[in-house]
């Protein structure tokens, strides 16, 4: 499989929805998984080309301390995952980057862990950061068990008795990662090498493979525990109850710079999600088959709201909401007729429903549509090269910014309030931060993210000049000008490039970094968004997903579906 990294492409007249409509912090903020999310892609990849996956070790003791290994066999080559647990007191176990020691580590490998590269790892993969990485490792991750319901679980199983589908729903998962690692960080392989082995073409699938490989260890772990706790009445934990639950997540800001830093990516994200959403708005008659599928994710849709926990009292103001929506859009199904059925409810969802009800059916719509939209996957990858253009006038650069960076002209941008935060890294974990400007030192440490204010500062000072701004080159203006350089290049670099840039102030006082957070965790495929500050969030990631053993069965996962945990004996009535 091939990924043709290019920039934006619209071959046709469909409609696409404008950057300012949808690269504000709000909108972003309120986006959730679809089917071109990079769990979904993976799911698919592995069940398409029956991607086996097998436990060759697990070497831990009663109290689930020791080491595993999973063989992976993705059809072009084996992978294996090495997993280090290991015991962690209360006092040890913190969700923070500034842990040092977590229950479980681990990598994902290109080279077989006999004994001495086995060892190799142990010495390192349980330092993470503080550990030394090469080439054969694409993936460095670690995790903490979710104390509650890992050892409520793993009482239950060694008793003989399952738990109860309540209980594991209020958590959703077993272990929470705190950290994924890829792409070069730490000797890491990099995405590049990773292409030339022709293993994985698309942004994070590496990632979110050891993810998913998590989950199948901890369904492992929890049942070695509870086995030990009492042989004779163990009973397996069952595969109904393992599909519900997920790999917990907590994301602070260290997520956030990412849109940022990487605006030819995000890019390409926005622009194949934007275009599977135009070619289903432009389906000329809907069939009553695809009608009747689309009521049945509402359904599913309208239970998973059911299952989602939350402790904040905003999220669950739009929970509440978006129930009332998605009752409102099952009624408007039948008033709508048949021609240019996805685009009339595209419109009335647009003029009547919240963010989050827009952005949930839209969702919905692209997941009607397989045949129609899974091509698009292949364009989410980008070369991310950012180039200088010397011959180009100040004048096309005004032009650019004029067009391209109208929305910056458009920001209040002489307020103290526009300039209240900054990002920093910190000197402990060198992790992004966000400082109150007039309240708290460090601000002469502060990285460049005020994209709106290095832009408009940028136009102001080429206004400046005095002669035409025909007959001066973008060479001659940095050469006298060189603090201008890294600005140009990305003006210049992103000018074809419609939803590069988060046209918001990120230095305001009101801006919430967790709208980032959240943009970029459901292109992941994230669910159940908890939101615990405006800092920092946790999610759930493979929540429904299939297990191992059925991923060659001829079934689609869909994320937003609810994770029906009855028994199958139970009555029609209580499921």
């Not at 253009?389 to 910056?408: F, G, N, Q």
Request: hydrophobic content about 40%; proline content about 5%.
């Amino acid at each position: 499989m091939t990924c043709p990294y290019v920039l934006e492409k619209q071959s046709d007249l469909k409609p696409r929805r404008s950057a300012q409509e949808l690269m504000n912090l709000s909108r972003l903020g309120a986006l959730y998984p679809n089917r071109l999310s990079f769990s979904r892609t993976l799911m698919r990849r592995m069940g398409r080309e029956e991607w086996g996956i097998k436990k060759i070790s697990f070497d831990l003791d009663e109290n689930g301390v020791g080491t595993a290994i999973y063989k992976i066999d993705t059809k072009n080559r084996h992978l294996w995952f090495v997993v280090f647990a290991q015991h962690l007191s209360s006092e040890e176990r913190t969700d923070r980057v500034i842990a040092e020691k977590w229950d479980a580590t681990f990598t994902l490998t290109c080279e077989e862990p006999e004994s001495e590269y086995l060892e190799k790892l142990r010495c390192n993969v349980p330092l993470q950061e503080m550990g030394r990485f090469t080439p054969k490792e694409f993936v460095l991750s670690r995790a903490n068990k979710s104390v509650r319901l890992f050892d409520y679980v793993a009482d239950k199983l060694a008793t003989g008795l399952q738990p109860d589908p309540e209980q594991l729903m209020k958590v959703g998962y077993l272990i929470r990662t705190t950290a994924v690692y890829g792409n070069g960080k730490f000797g890491l392989s990099d995405l590049a090498n990773i292409r030339r082995q022709n293993l994985f073409n698309l942004p994070f699938q590496p990632e979110m493979l050891c993810v998913y490989l998590a989950r199948c260890f901890s369904f492992d772990w929890v049942e070695h525990v509870a086995y030990h706790k009492n042989p004779a009445l163990f009973r397996p934990f069952e595969d109904r109850l393992k599909k519900a639950l997920g790999v917990g997540n907590a994301t602070g800001l260290g997520m956030a710079p990412f849109l940022i830093n990487h605006p030819k990516l995000i890019c390409r994200w926005m622009n194949a999600r934007e275009n599977a959403l135009a070619e289903v708005r432009a389906i000329d008659t809907v069939s009553s088959l695809d009608k009747e599928t689309f009521k049945n994710f509402l359904k599913e849709a309208s239970l998973h709201l059911l299952e989602w926990p939350t402790t904040d009292e905003e999220q669950k103001i739009r929970i509440q909401k978006l129930k009332q929506e998605l009752s409102e859009a099952s009624k408007k199904i039948n008033n709508l007729e048949n021609f240019k059925f996805w685009g009339k409810f595209f419109l009335w969802a647009s003029s009547n429903l919240s963010l989050e009800g827009q952005e949930l059916l839209n969702s919905l719509f692209i997941e009607v549509n397989p045949s129609i939209v899974d091509h698009f996957e292949l364009e989410t990858g980008s070369d991310e090269v950012m180039s200088i253009e010397p011959k180009m006038s100040l004048a096309d650069i005004l032009k650019i910014i004029e067009t391209r960076y109208a929305w910056v002209l458009k920001i209040n941008l002489n307020s103290d309030n526009s300039r209240a935060r900054f990002w920093y890294r910190s000197e402990e974990k060198e992790e992004p931060r966000l400082g109150w400007r007039h309240k708290e030192p460090g601000a002469d440490k502060e990285m460049r993210l005020g994209i709106a204010q290095n832009v408009k500062c940028l136009y102001d000072q080429i206004r400046l000049e005095k002669r035409s701004l025909e007959s001066i080159t973008v060479a001659e203006f940095l050469l006298n000008a060189p603090i201008w350089r890294e600005t140009v290049q990305r003006v210049q670099s992103l000018k074809n490039c419609r939803y590069a840039e988060i046209q918001d102030n990120l230095l305001e006082d009101s801006c919430r970094p967790i709208n980032l957070l959240r943009c970029k965790l459901a292109m992941f495929g994230a669910t159940k968004f908890d939101p615990k500050s405006d800092l920092w969030i946790r999610i759930a990631l493979f929540q429904g997903a299939p297990l191992p053993k059925d991923l060659n069965k001829d079934q689609e996962w869909f994320s937003l579906a609810s994770l029906n945990t009855s028994s199958p004996d139970a009555s029609p009535d209580l499921i």
